[in-house]
């Protein structure tokens, strides 16, 4: 697809989330847990989290999420960088923006099986997080509301051109100890690859000091030894990498510094950062599979999940100005300024038949996404 058709698509979305802007709700839904430990906010749109503020080491409050002042740009930005909502139907990318149910290697064209989404990534090559408008686009209904818990639903009636419809709902609680929890369940009409994730973008010094301008010097823990092995577009191949000797190594806790100007295309042609989907070794549902902290504030972030593998990227392309609270309008998120930690199943597997893993659902087999967040603070 040419520059200029993408561009083209990217002002009809933009136009046509304006226009939803004005009647999509963006009222404020916040959280606090009873010990004052943790406060969350949510927006309907995306059921997106907007601020998420814990204790450093000294006491002070400090908003650990990226996000804007104006939550109407989460439909509104053509730069779409996907702050933190829930993002479905099938987050990640998806070759072609093609899939068959029963999945194969490589869809016919035109197969009664074959389903076509909209390509909105790699210059037309692939489709990303759901399609050009998924689920963090879309509108997500308060069905239950708490002083520490909100669940929002939605219906997914063959958006975007998956098959069958997908009715979701997904619940946020906050928790004594500073503990977020999200978990969400969605059922399926008929045959359809679901995956969804939480795109959380975490800056844990929340841009104070010389050192939280970005996360570099940020330690991350991931337990895990693969990686699938991917093409320039980053479509897994088939195949997985040891991660042994290659800056994709986090088993033992290293600053995302250390070797970052080592992944010159990891993470796609001519980038520099990480962009990639990391296989945990073992079940993370008590052992956090990722563990994320800051020597400069003293906090740390301890993540479980019932997902078997995890995103990592650096914020690689990024350009958006930032909420006053972290220095903006004036200055903007930038290269590096974040990483965001996506809990999901393997990239792309309904295009990767050999890897043997079903995320296929239907009526009688619902998909189950869980994430628990934990802070603390250290000295």
């Known amino acids: 697809m040419s520059l200029y058709a993408l561009k083209s698509i990217s002002l009809a979305v933009s136009l046509f989330a304006t226009a939803l802007a004005a ?5 404020l839904t916040t959280l606090s847990s009873p010990d004052g430990s943790i406060n969350a906010s949510f927006v309907p749109v995306g059921a997106t989290l907007t601020e ?9 409050g400090r908003d650990v999420v990226l996000g ?4 109407s740009k989460l439909l509104t930005d053509p730069t779409h960088p996907v702050f933190n909502p829930i993002v479905g139907r099938y987050a990640n990318r998806i070759k072609n923006g093609t899939f068959s149910i029963p999945i194969t290697k490589y869809p016919q064209a035109n197969a009664s099986n074959v389903f076509h989404i909209p390509t909105n990534d790699r210059n037309g090559q692939d489709t990303l997080h759901g399609g050009i408008l998924g ?10 509301l708490s002083k520490t818990s909100v669940t929002f639903a939605h219906v997914d009636a063959a958006d975007e051109g998956f098959p069958g419809t997908v009715k979701a709902q997904v619940t946020h609680s906050v928790s004594n100890g500073a503990v977020l929890h999200t978990s969400l369940r969605a059922s399926a009409s008929e045959k359809t690859p679901i995956m969804t994730t939480q795109h959380i973008y975490w800056n844990l010094d929340a841009f104070q000091g010389p050192q939280g301008q970005d996360i570099l010097h940020h330690t ?3 337990d895990a030894s693969r990686v699938p092995a991917v093409d320039g577009d980053q479509i897994p191949t088939g195949a997985f990498i040891d991660v042994a000797g290659t800056p994709l190594d986090f088993r033992t806790p290293e600053e995302i510094s250390a070797r970052i100007n080592e992944t010159f295309g990891l993470c796609g042609v001519g980038c520099t950062g990480y962009d990639n989907c990391f296989i945990y070794d073992r079940d993370e549902r008590k052992n956090p599979g990722v563990s994320l902290w800051s020597n400069t504030s003293g906090i740390r972030l301890d993540m479980t999940t019932n997902q078997p593998a995890v995103q990592m990227y650096t914020t690689n392309f990024l350009s958006t100005p930032r909420k006053a609270v972290h220095g903006g309008p004036s200055l903007n998120y930038t290269t590096w300024s974040a990483v965001a930690i996506e809990q999901m199943g393997y990239l792309d597997a309904i295009n990767t038949p050999e890897w043997h893993v079903d995320q296929i ?3 009688g087999k619902d998909f189950e996404w869980s994430a628990t967040y934990k802070f603390s603070t250290f000295y």
């Open 23 to 27: 009647d999509y709700p963006f009222n």
């Open 52 to 60: 998420l503020w814990v204790q450093d080491r000294n006491g002070i």
């Open 68 to 71: 804007y002042d104006d939550n």
């Open 135 to 144: 689920w963090d686009r879309r509108n997500w209904t308060v069905v239950s």
């Open 220 to 222: 991350v823990h991931i």
């Open 361 to 363: 659902y239907y009526p």
